[in-house]
């Protein structure tokens, strides 16, 4: 397939200038109300989940106290009061840290802009070969693994939403009663499902990449091999971008124009090709 010529493409600043305008700017105000959206629920479940052992702990304390002060001489009273003293300080300290890491997370913003090159985008070259055809995206397979994957968070206790639409880098929202799962203050599942007629490798999209690095322990992959058959398994992965995940990147071949290669000072045995001089 012949590369269109880009001689006559806009100059640099201005194709900076129209992609600020048009596409980061939108762009950055469509990342923050997510990330707005992603960590209030996580921070809303993790509001009520720590608060809720908090409050036990204080109860747990205040009986213990109660007990020292009405004369109890029970063995190892004090240290069961230090022991409650000490959960509830790291109670506090977990429950700081999640607030700092969230604040983080909603931190968004356009830095430099570098000039890195064009491209010129085409059909993938092996989107017919029997490995691309696996790596394309088959509707059926997928509604049958997302329909696993939210079978097996509805068995757990989660309440599933979908927002496959959305584009945000994730296919499920699965969220927990805080009241069911006292001991966990992670509550709230971001899945992206993946599903395979049979079984193989599987990719993730640079946004889902990017997403799984922003919220780590919170973004699950579900892996579901098989959806082509009556008995489907499914996989599951917590925090997939700590695994080492190798980039695709494919160069289909090299192209160098001779007339930007002449230069009047290359010695005759330098010049390239061994073309001789005029």
């Known amino acids: 397939m012949d590369v269109p010529d880009g001689t006559h493409l806009p100059a640099k600043d201005q194709l900076q200038a129209i992609l600020l305008e048009r596409n980061l700017a939108p762009f950055l105000d469509e990342v923050r109300k997510e990330r707005f959206r992603e960590t209030r629920v996580v921070e809303s479940h993790v ?132 009241e069911t799962d006292l001991q966990n203050a992670s509550s709230v599942r971001f899945v992206e499902v993946k599903g395979r007629a049979e079984t193989g490798e599987v990719a993730l999209t640079t946004n889902e990449f990017k997403t799984a690095e922003r919220l780590k322990r919170d973004y699950w992959l579900y892996i579901v091999f098989n959806c082509s058959s009556p008995s489907p398994s499914l996989n599951i992965l917590r925090d997939p971008a700590r695994l080492h995940w190798q980039p695709i990147v494919k160069i289909e071949h090299y192209r160098l124009k001779l007339e930007d290669q002449r230069n009047p000072h290359i010695k005759e045995d330098e010049t390239p090709f061994g073309e001789k001089p005029a």
């Open 47 to 178: 509001e009520t989940s720590l608060n809720t052992i908090l409050n036990r702990e204080n109860c747990t304390l205040a009986e213990l106290v109660t007990q020292r002060e009405s004369g109890s001489e029970e063995s190892g009273l004090e240290g069961r009061i230090k022991q409650a003293e000490n959960r509830i300080d790291e109670i506090h300290q977990r429950l700081e840290h999640r607030r700092n890491e969230l604040a983080r997370q909603r931190e968004c913003a356009v830095t430099d802009i570098r000039h890195v090159g064009r491209a010129w985008v085409l059909p993938h070259p092996d989107r017919d070969t029997p490995t691309g055809r696996a790596m394309r995206r088959d509707e059926d397979v997928e509604r049958a693994a997302i329909e696993v994957a939210t079978r097996a968070l509805e068995a757990e206790g989660f309440v599933v939403e979908s927002v496959e639409s959305e584009n945000r880098g994730f296919d499920l929202v699965a969220r927990k009663p805080a």
